[in-house]
């Protein structure tokens, strides 16, 4: 049974207490998970979101098949009124900087074999290309290497590794050479060089191998200097160091910390930090024990550096206060101890990751976030992988914007917000797991000092979050309001529910109910909406978005209320009760009950 209507029938507040490494309230919005309308009922009329004035495409992509190595172009040709704006999609992940009516490959690998599609744009609407395979034969093919290993300076004690990236059809297997002699066991695409001596300078180069043939990478060089490996300090100037080694095993101790206005510049260099802190406040807030730090208005530069943290609360690199700033291109950071986040910044600081690769293994420990006075962290691509219970993939006190990136929580949520703070995604891979708590995408205030304000903001274009659960919701609201925008996200949630809001255990009693403004734009949801009796939930449909799900099942919620646009479908999975309906697109009912204000509809 379907149900449209013309207009509304009626029109109509944290989770972790004293923690450092949790969020407050926040914002989420997912746009164009999913899209189109489903089919109606006799009696009613689908309404297409697309305008008879948006792109015409002439001349479709062709399907191609290339050899491993090979270059291939996929093209469109479209015309429409107005500006036309593309987007390539391979495999339904819309593919970084293909904005253009062609899209090349200059090298394929088997990375680049899938389907693909193109979506057209203009200010009246989107068409969707067809649908084509690029296949990339490697059957016949040796291995081709796609990354070089790179020159490296270590200092004498230190460490360094080579690495190679290669892709061919089979089994890889791999042989590193010093000089023209095989390194016994030196056997895997990455080479460490540990505690290094003279006897280690020299060159190196691996060769790749499969059933097909052998490929040699380039020659580097491995230089070693005569310093052993101390920890740095700076107070103010301007100096720029390369192939540095630099290490401190002492408690509260930085390994690597500029003041006073200074400028550090350093490139293909390590920082090891290990010892513990003795206050893990005094970590969390203001970068004690940390590997890297830049405060009092300094600035640090980080380039094809590593650094290692093994001791409880020894962030990996850190920005405190106002005007210091951390910038990171091709990092690899890895923290193994509790309270060890892979970057933070608290009191205003800035930190601003390129292509880095960041792995924390303790308990409370993000690998990307803000603490106590917040702060603005900007990531563009890279890898950032948590895996202590409580350690969310991106916890936010402040400004976090993420890009063409992977976040995955192994251990705990995808996304934490704390108080009026914001997290904002485009393109980006989002996946969280359970831990001790079971929830992906949390919002809430936790009343510890760390966060203020009570709206928090998540906002995600492109990309996709994936929820493993089958129990706990994707967002989850609690004693704040969330804010959360989705805009043509993929999102494959294997939970009953979808989204919660409700009192927990932050806050006043009967005052902590949880507040959700909830926009779906070209998305597909699945799943129930749930609150309690001193919460709300405002969700609207939007661009072709579809949910399958019941609202409000057990009659609950102090508003419920729902907006399904036009092109939009919302399925009933159960009988549900709203406070407020605005119908201009598709109600399946089934054998389902809808009521909104106590009417049966």
Known sequence: ???????????????????????????????GCGGGASGTSSGTTSTSSTST????????PIATTVTAGESFTLSVTATGT????????????????????????SSATSANAGTYYVVVTNSKGSTTSSSVAVTV???????????????????TGG???????????????YQWYKGSSAISGATNSSYAITSATSASAGSYYVVVSNSNGSTQSSTVTVTVSSSTATNYYQSGSTVTEIGQAYATSKADTNAVEVVSSGTFTLSDSTVTKSGDTSSSDNSSFYGQNAGVLAASGSTINL???????????????????????CSLTRVTIKCSAQGAHGVDATDTGTLSLTDCTITTAGANAAAISTDRGGGTVTVTGGTYTTSGSDSPGIYSTGTITVSGATVTGAGAEATVIEGGNTITGTDI??????????????????????????????????????????????????????????????????????ILAAADQWGTSGANGGTVVFTASGETLTGSVVADDISSVTMTLESGSTLSGALNTADTAKVMALTVGSGCTWTLTGNSYLTSLTNNGTITKGSYSLYVNGVAQ
């Open 159 to 173: 460490s360094a590794t080579l690495s190679v990236i290669a892709t061919g059809s089979g089994t890889l297997s």
């Open 429 to 498: 891979a989002l996946t969280g797991a359970v831990g001790t708590r079971d929830r992906c995408c949390f919002i809430y205030q936790s009343e510890s000092g760390d966060a203020s304000g009570t709206d928090g903001t998540l906002t995600l274009s492109g990309g996709s979050i994936t929820w493993p659960s089958t129990s706990g919701p994707m967002f989850y609201v609690t004693n704040s309001t969330g804010v959360i925008k989705l805009t043509g996200v993929t999102i494959s949630n294997s939970s009953s529910e979808l």
């Open 82 to 105: 107005g500006t036309l704006s593309y987007q390539w999609y391979l495999a339904g992940t819309a593919i970084s900087g293909a904005t253009s009516a062609s899209y090349t490959v």
């Open 1 to 31: 049974m379907c149900l449209h209507s013309g207009g509304p029938l009626k029109t109509l507040g944290k989770p972790y207490a004293n923690a450092a490494w949790l969020g407050l309230a926040g914002i989420l919005v997912l746009t």
């Open 53 to 60: 004035s948006a792109p015409t495409i002439t001349t479709e």
């Open 303 to 325: 380039t094809d550096c590593s650094v290692t943290t093994t001791g409880i609360g020894a962030n990996g690199v850190f920005a405190y206060g106002t005007s210091s700033a």
């Open 137 to 155: 034969d490697s059957s016949t093919s040796a291995p081709t290497i796609t990354t070089e290993p790179s020159s490296v300076t270590v200092a």
